[in-house]
């Protein structure tokens, strides 16, 4: 029986694990999450009020051919507004999901999942929707954790596919017979091929020490830290101009990267018992030494004197969250390309079982990350059919 097992249960990996069901003939599927929880910086925090805030990414571009790819993955019904070529809004066919039977299908794919769900005419048009309507960016109902929701459901359904939370891979050893074993809470686990959608620092730390240099060029990938504070305020201030947001330059505050106008891209993410705004401040990257030490309620005040004062808009805060994202965005240096060149030569000459994929390589967008995973699969499976 032959088993691929996936570190990581972030966009990166369950985008692996539904490709690997979906075009390779593994026996088993394992995906290993050391954390509780699936989605990795895929954080939408949904109120009770309606109000969705996004401690991550907040935005998928249809564009390009990672855009496509993406849409054409889930067509979930990309926000709410009614499509009006379709012959029934939206809503309704998120409103007949909920009386939808269970398939009795084995092995579904999410395309096929998602179309037994929403009907044959949403999954084919929403691409066509998305560039007739030029959709510069999108999200789901719920936030685009939905789109993590989706990809778990589909793949807990299907036969041969497990997703383990709270299991972090400890080790990583290569075999003699050309296999990998995979130490997950004091247990081995063996695989005739791994994927690792983790972070390339946090891969080159599990590393067997056969492989050192390998781990030593993944430890070369620097990631930087972000603080993220999403801030709600009641009613409707005048902005000047509306639109994505704006960023700063360097020369201005260096700790401050920009501010995101959520409400003015996604106003359907407001919350529904009041009129209110919502905007992300964020903070670090490449200044994050500045903020260093600094408590949240310091970096709460700092966010939100820093929004009203650009702004120029004041009143009532009734939400914040801050969130400090460790490592979060891969920074591609001078000479990432040839260094990538180096590691993916090292694993192809030496014949490893080992894939790389996530945002460390190739892209840190969402689109990048599911679409990366899908070619990666798609090459590697050749090679187990
Ligand atoms: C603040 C912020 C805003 C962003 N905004 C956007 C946006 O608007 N649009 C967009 O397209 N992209 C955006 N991005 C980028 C995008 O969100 C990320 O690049 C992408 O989510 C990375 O996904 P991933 O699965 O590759 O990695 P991760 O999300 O890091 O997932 C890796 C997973 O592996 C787990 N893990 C780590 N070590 C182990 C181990 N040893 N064993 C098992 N599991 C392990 C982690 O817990 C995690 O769940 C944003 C990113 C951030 C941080």
Known sequence: MTTAVVIG????????????????????????EASSRLGGWLQSVQHPDGAVLELGPRSIRPAGRAGKNTLELVSLGALFKVQKPFSRPLISYIIKEVFQKRSTVEDESIYDFIERRMGKEITSKLVKQARLEKWSTYSFRRGVLQLV?????????????EIHTNTPCSKLHFTSDGKLVVSVNGEEVKAEHVFSSIYAKNLSQIMSKDHSSLATDLRKIPAVNVVVVCVEIAGKPNLIESGFGHLLPSSEDGKLLGVVYDSCVFPQHNRQDMPSSRFTVMMGGAWYEELRGKSDQELQELAISSLFTQLGISGTVTKVKVALMKECIPQYLVGHHQLLEKIFTYIKDRDLPLSLVGSSYRGPSINDCINNA????????????
């Open 374 to 385: 899908r070619l990666e699969v798609e090459r590697i499976s050749k090679h187990y059919c």
């Open 9 to 32: 249960g972030g966009v990166s990996g369950l985008a692996a694990a539904h490709y690997l069901r979906k075009n390779s003939k593994f026996a088993k599927i394992l995906v290993f």
């Open 149 to 161: 929701n989706a990809l778990e459901e589909s793949l807990r359904q299907t036969k041969g596919t």
